[in-house]
């Protein structure tokens, strides 16, 4: 079936420093990708996507990278910052016969040490 | 705009009560969806709808009811609650057109969901 998992758990980066965050897909179908923040007690809030057909996009101090061939997608933090900690979520999105569902990795704590 | 709002935040209940979780968006989204968070745990989903008066079944449906009679609303039923439902639960919704959603989630704050 569908599973969206993440190699590293807990990140602890620098203050300033470039944050990397790595999420494996296992359906090589998803056309769709999203990453989440979680600041604890909050819901999860949009930080940015993007679809099969790209390999790069960025957004304001975040990359997201896709590597089709190795199902591989990672978020990028430019010069980390303390409001940044909190809970990463990659997510993906099957092909059409699974409608618009979305499948959730379980998450990477990212720490940013000032 | 709110985005997507949740009611009640918190709720402790007893083996068997039964509650419902509201959720309203007022973003005009067709979609909505219901997820619940465990500790360590990614989200799962339990019930989605994508339009008024349609619902179909998530991952983990079990011991859960919907129902969608409005574009906004999408309240989420335990009937006989029981440990194994403590949670955190979240609402979403989003905007598709012609069925292939290339929009993002938005999420509420979430309901901490307590059975004792």
């Known amino acids: 079936g569908e599973s969206v998992g993440l190699h590293l758990p807990t990140l602890s980066v620098q203050e300033g420093d470039n944050s990397i965050i790595n999420c494996a897909y296992s359906n090589s179908a998803s056309d769709y990708f999203i990453w989440y923040k979680q600041e604890s007690g909050k819901g999860p809030q949009f930080i940015i996507d993007i679809r099969s057909n790209m390999d790069k996009r960025q957004g304001q101090r975040v990359t997201v990278l896709l590597n089709k061939t190795v199902k591989h997608l990672s978020l990028q933090i430019a010069a980390t910052q303390p409001g940044d900690s909190a809970v990463y979520f990659c997510?993906?999105?099957?092909?059409?016969?699974?409608?618009?569902?979305?499948?959730f990795g379980a998450g990477t704590i990212l720490r940013v040490k000032s | 705009n709110a985005g997507v709002t949740q009611t009640p935040k918190f709720r402790i209940l007893k083996i068997g009560q039964s509650m419902t979780l509201q959720c309203t968006q007022d973003m005009n989204h067709n979609y909505m969806y219901w997820y619940r968070q465990d500790p360590g745990m990614g989200l799962k989903l339990i019930y989605y709808s994508v339009g008024a008066g349609i619902t179909d079944k998530g991952e983990v449906p079990n011991g859960y009811n919907v129902s969608r009679s409005t574009t906004e609303d999408f309240p989420l039923r335990l009937e006989l609650a029981a440990p194994s439902q403590t949670s955190v639960y979240f609402c979403?919704?989003?905007?598709?057109?012609?069925?292939?959603?290339?929009?993002?989630?938005?999420f509420g704050d979430g309901t901490r969901l307590s059975i004792l």
């Open positions: 997510a993906e999105r099957g092909p059409m016969e699974y409608g618009n569902k979305l499948v």
């Open positions: 979403a919704s989003s905007y598709s057109a012609r069925g292939r959603n290339n929009q993002p989630q938005h």
